[in-house]
């Protein structure tokens, strides 16, 4: 079974040396990296040509160069890979040594191969010096590791692109029918892919130092629950947004998959869609009824303000 590590990189030159070294001693070495730049100017791509050069696992895919953003840079990595497990990698992040030794126990573990499967992790955080912030990015964010299905994860996405783990049949199935120009952020279509089609197991452990630097393109909130719901409160129109965002996500999600789509799942997403239209009580009604409900105290308030 192949293993690929697809490595999406723009402007990285800071932190990318410490994650390429990650990588390299990773305790499960039989693995290949894919990495691709998006267009850097910084010396980006210098430093990974001469990575590859002293390891051999190391290899450019095809579209160097081109600036295609985060979805699109990782989905061209996506088609291009041949691995039997993938796994995404951001350019800033340290990998723990077992990251990939234990994904891959974990999606072993599953009987069926042709299930589509997605694994992801816990994460600590550390700032841009390497230091820490938090053990836990799970739960400074307050989400529930338990939410893997559906309904749960149509309102809000709690797996990270970096810290996944996609077997062949999932990542097929978000190839076949992913359209970047379409998608908020590739990690959630993928999540919402596994949880209609597959299945998707979490690994209570922190598996990669995920960095926070203030130029991340999405990240952590470090601020407590209590201060993030003074927020939303001052900020109505935002968490209005929010919202609607997973309205038009799921729309998104819908018509890319339309008749393929299982009918339980076809079902869990008409049944969101139609909240809607509903009146506010008739939809807040629905809403906990369906289980659509976001998985934080603070993201849960908003949605019952502002939804």
Same mark, same amino acid.
């Given at each position: 079974?192949?293993?690929?590590?697809?490595?999406?990189?723009?402007?990285?030159?800071?932190?990318?040396?410490?994650?390429?070294?990650?990588?390299?001693?990773?305790?499960?070495?039989?693995?290949?990296?894919?990495?691709?730049?998006?267009g850097s100017a910084d010396g980006t791509p210098e430093i990974l040509r001469a990575w590859a050069e002293k390891d051999a696992r190391f290899h450019p895919a095809a579209r160097q160069g081109e600036?295609?953003?985060?979805?699109?840079?990782?989905?061209?990595?996506?088609?291009?890979?041949?691995?039997?497990?993938?796994?995404?990698?951001?350019?800033?992040?340290?990998?723990?040594?077992?990251?990939?030794?234990?994904?891959?126990?974990?999606a072993r573990s599953v009987p069926d191969p042709s299930l589509p499967l997605l694994v992801h992790s816990d994460a600590s955080l550390i700032d841009g010096s390497g230091n820490p912030l938090a053990?836990?990015?799970?739960?400074?964010?307050?989400?529930?590791?338990?939410?893997?299905?559906?309904?749960?994860? %149509?309102? *809000?996405?709690?797996? =990270?692109?970096? $810290?996944?783990? #996609?077997? !062949?049949?999932? &990542?097929?199935?978000?190839?076949?029918?992913?359209?970047?120009?379409?998608?908020?952020?590739?990690?959630?279509?993928?999540?919402?892919?596994?949880?209609?089609?597959?299945?998707?197991?979490?690994?209570?452990?922190?598996?990669?130092?995920?960095?926070?630097?203030?130029?991340?393109?999405?990240?952590?909130?470090?601020?407590?629950?209590?201060?993030?719901?003074?927020?939303?409160?001052?900020?109505?129109?935002?968490?209005?947004?929010?919202?609607?965002?997973?309205?038009?996500?799921?729309?998104?999600?819908?018509?890319?998959?339309?008749?393929?789509?299982?009918?339980?799942?076809?079902?869990? %997403?008409? *049944?969101?869609?139609? =909240?809607?239209? $509903?009146?506010? #009580?008739? !939809?807040?009604? &629905?809403?906990?009824?369906?289980?659509f409900l976001m998985q934080s105290p603070v993201t849960r308030l908003g949605q019952y303000l502002f939804g």
């Amino acid at each position: 079974m192949r293993t690929s590590v697809l490595l999406a990189a723009y402007q990285g030159g800071k932190y990318l040396p410490a994650q390429l070294a990650s990588l390299s001693a990773q305790r499960d070495a039989d693995f290949e990296v894919l990495y691709q730049d998006d267009g850097s100017a910084d010396g980006t791509p210098e430093i990974l040509r001469a990575w590859a050069e002293k390891d051999a696992r190391f290899h450019p895919a095809a579209r160097q160069g081109e600036h295609l953003g985060p979805a699109g840079n990782f989905f061209s990595l996506l088609c291009q890979a041949q691995g039997d497990y993938l796994l995404l990698c951001d350019q800033d992040d340290v990998w723990e040594p077992e990251k990939i030794s234990v994904l891959l126990q974990a999606a072993r573990s599953v009987p069926d191969p042709s299930l589509p499967l997605l694994v992801h992790s816990d994460a600590s955080l550390i700032d841009g010096s390497g230091n820490p912030l938090a053990p836990s990015f799970f739960r400074l964010q307050g989400w529930d590791p338990q939410a893997v299905h559906l309904n749960q994860l %149509l309102v *809000q996405n709690n797996a =990270t692109g970096c $810290l996944m783990l #996609l077997n !062949r049949p999932l &990542a097929s199935l978000v190839t076949r029918h992913g359209d970047p120009s379409r998608m908020f952020m590739h990690d959630w279509f993928i999540a919402l892919t596994a949880a209609a089609f597959g299945q998707i197991l979490f690994v209570d452990q922190p598996l990669v130092r995920y960095r926070q630097h203030g130029e991340n393109v999405l990240g952590a909130s470090r601020d407590s629950l209590v201060r993030r719901a003074a927020k939303a409160l001052q900020d109505s129109e935002k968490a209005r947004a929010r919202i609607a965002l997973t309205y038009t996500h799921t729309q998104a999600f819908q018509d890319a998959f339309g008749e393929s789509l299982p009918p339980e799942a076809a079902g869990t %997403l008409r *049944q969101y869609l139609e =909240t809607r239209s $509903l009146p506010k #009580l008739r !939809r807040l009604q &629905a809403l906990r009824t369906g289980g659509f409900l976001m998985q934080s105290p603070v993201t849960r308030l908003g949605q019952y303000l502002f939804g």
